[in-house]
C-alpha cells in the first residue's frame, strides 16, 4: 500500500498563492499517476489536477491558468503550486495515487489525510 502525506495549506487572502506538497512512500513514486481533489463544506469531492507518470498534466477547468502540478522523482513529491486564490478555493485537498500501469503497482486508489486550504475575501 503507498502512503500520502500531504502539507501546504492554510489561511490566506484572496490573490495570495500556496504551494501544497504530497510526500509518497511505500512504493515505487514512479509507477503512479498523482494528483489533486477537494471538497469544500457541504459539497462534494471535486477533481483539481493530476500529473501521471509520464509527468502530463491536467486541470480543472477552474484550476487552469491559475495553476500547476508538478513530480519530482528524486524526492518522491508532488507539487501543486495554486495562484490568484479565491474564496471559493477553500477546502480540504486530498491527495491520491493511482497504478499507472506502467509499472509494477496494481489495486486501487489511496488517499492522503488531507490539508485544509482557507482563502478569506
Known amino acids: 500500500q503507498v502512503q500520502l502525506v500531504e502539507s501546504g495549506g492554510g489561511l490566506v487572502q484572496a490573490g495570495d498563492s500556496l504551494r501544497l506538497s504530497c510526500a509518497v512512500s511505500?512504493?515505487?513514486?514512479?509507477?503512479?499517476?498523482i494528483g489533486w481533489f477537494r471538497q469544500a463544506p457541504g459539497k462534494e469531492r471535486e477533481f483539481v489536477a493530476e500529473?501521471?507518470?509520464?509527468?502530463?498534466?491536467s486541470y480543472a477547468d477552474s484550476m487552469k491558468g491559475r495553476s500547476t502540478i508538478s513530480r519530482d522523482n528524486t524526492k518522491n513529491t508532488v507539487h501543486l503550486q495554486m495562484n490568484t486564490l479565491k474564496p471559493e478555493d477553500t477546502g480540504i485537498y486530498y491527495c491520491?495515487?493511482?497504478?499507472?500501469?506502467?509499472?509494477?503497482?496494481?489495486?486501487?486508489?489511496?488517499w492522503g489525510q488531507g490539508t485544509q486550504v482557507t482563502v478569506s475575501s
Open positions: 500529473v501521471r507518470w509520464s509527468s502530463t498534466t
Open positions: 511505500g512504493r515505487t513514486f514512479s509507477d503512479y499517476d
Open positions: 491520491y495515487a493511482d497504478p499507472s500501469g506502467h509499472g509494477s503497482a496494481v489495486g486501487g486508489r489511496s
